[in-house]
């Protein structure tokens, strides 16, 4: 097979550039190692960043979103009791975020793209790169007892943390950075009304709760555990009964329980690898760096990065010219550590910490009340939740 761009990953950052590089005109392939049934099963976060919601609508992918997506104006960030609101909107000069969940996003990218007719080679074993540092790449893989192979001009690997993109990369070529918190989120999805129609963080001296939704009849709970606590250890009633123990007297009233749907501990964690570009080989998205999801950025991230390569390269095949796929990882990466900083920044100011102890927690406290209570801290916070725009090449 021969194509442009083999897209390694069918996960949204990958169906999502595939979908812009095809309104370009520019053909692509994606591979797949696992079904279609199982990454539309994972259950992901769905806070999207206005770029997010433009990109969608650049692919021709936003008619869902935008018509079932909940916009939120502003987030409520809860400690010593009381909820303090964070005008989002007002301070940013109108922006705002949209609630729509990721599965949501991949569903809708994955019909488009099987509307379109385009390849997408689902369950395909041993994947491999090759030549990606000659002007020849190759994409290897094996699916139904054969080995095929996909001769194109670059390669996107989309295939996230664990994927076979970065890993293909000689060690001596890349340099990677990484924070490990001592904690995890424990997460509830169920068919109960949000407790609010606002996101709430909690920071509290049991430790921190997020309160979240999908839509007006679906939410999403996480409260902190240790990083060694197992899932088998919480039935739906201790973790309602945990949760309730972190909200402020209204939420702990308006909270209505339900059987979960889907329960999880995800472990929390900084990385960034670099460069992201290896040759004819570029990384993008969770391949490249992960987030601890505090401030909702893993998956603007990733979108950020695609709207970068896509239009890298169609200026690579309408003007003949390698100088936007050039500039590609540092733009990139000037977006990413700051989003890197701000996930380290709300994470370490919402969580309780093993090490600090009670003096951690009135730091915490302190920093919050100023936080609320300062337009230019208030400021500060609600331009990087919103996200950054894109810069031009």
Not at 48 to 55: A, F, H, K, R, S
Not at 116 to 140: C, Q
Not at 225 to 232: C, G, L
Not at 365 to 387: C, F, Q, R
């Amino acid at each position: 097979m021969r194509t442009q761009v083999a897209i390694i990953g069918a996960g949204p950052a990958g169906l999502l550039l595939g979908q812009l590089l095809h309104k370009a005109g520019i053909d692509n392939v994606i591979v797949e190692r696992q079904s279609g049934d199982y990454v539309l099963g994972r259950i992901r976060a769905g806070v999207l960043e206005q770029v997010t919601m433009d990109l969608l609508a650049r692919a021709g992918v936003d008619a869902r979103a935008k018509a079932e997506g909940l916009p939120h104006e502003g987030i409520e960030l809860l400690f010593k009791g009381a909820r303090h609101r964070i005008d989002m909107h007002g301070l940013t000069g109108g922006k705002q975020v949209t609630v729509y969940g990721q599965t949501e996003v991949t569903r809708d990218l994955m019909e488009a793209r099987t509307a379109e007719g385009l390849t997408t080679i689902y369950s395909a074993a041993n994947v491999s790169l090759h030549d990606f540092d000659s002007g020849k790449p190759l994409v290897r893989y094996e699916k139904d007892g054969q080995t095929h192979e996909i001769e194109c001009d670059f390669i996107a690997g989309c295939d996230g943390y664990h994927g076979v993109s970065r890993a293909s990369v000689p060690a001596d070529a890349i340099h990677t950075y990484e924070k490990v918190y001592p904690f995890g989120w424990l997460g509830v999805l169920a068919d109960v009304p949000p407790v609010s129609h606002e996101l709430i963080y909690a920071n509290t001296e049991r430790g921190f709760a997020l309160c979240s939704m999908r839509s007006a009849t679906r939410s999403r709970y996480y409260v902190q555990v240790p990083t060694e606590e197992r899932v088998e250890n919480w039935s739906d009633e201790a973790f309602w009964n945990e949760l309730r123990a972190r909200l402020d007297p209204e939420a702990r009233e308006r909270l209505v329980t339900g059987p979960s749907l889907e329960k999880s501990i995800a472990p929390l964690r900084s990385f960034v690898a670099e460069p992201m570009r290896f040759g004819s080989l570029f990384l993008a998205g969770d391949a490249a760096h992960i987030v601890p999801p505090t401030g909702a950025k893993g998956l603007n991230l990733a979108t950020a990065d695609v709207g970068y390569l896509s239009r890298a390269f169609e200026i690579f095949y309408s003007e003949k010219s390698a100088s936007a796929l050039d500039r590609y990882s540092d733009l990139c990466l000037r977006r990413v550590w700051k989003a890197e900083r701000f996930s380290w920044w709300f994470t370490s100011l919402m969580h309780q910490f093993p090490e600090t102890g009670a003096f951690g927690q009135k730091i915490q406290e302190a920093e919050l009340d100023y936080l609320v209570h300062s337009t230019a801290a208030s400021t500060a916070l609600a331009e990087n939740y919103v996200g950054l725009p894109l810069e031009d090449f």
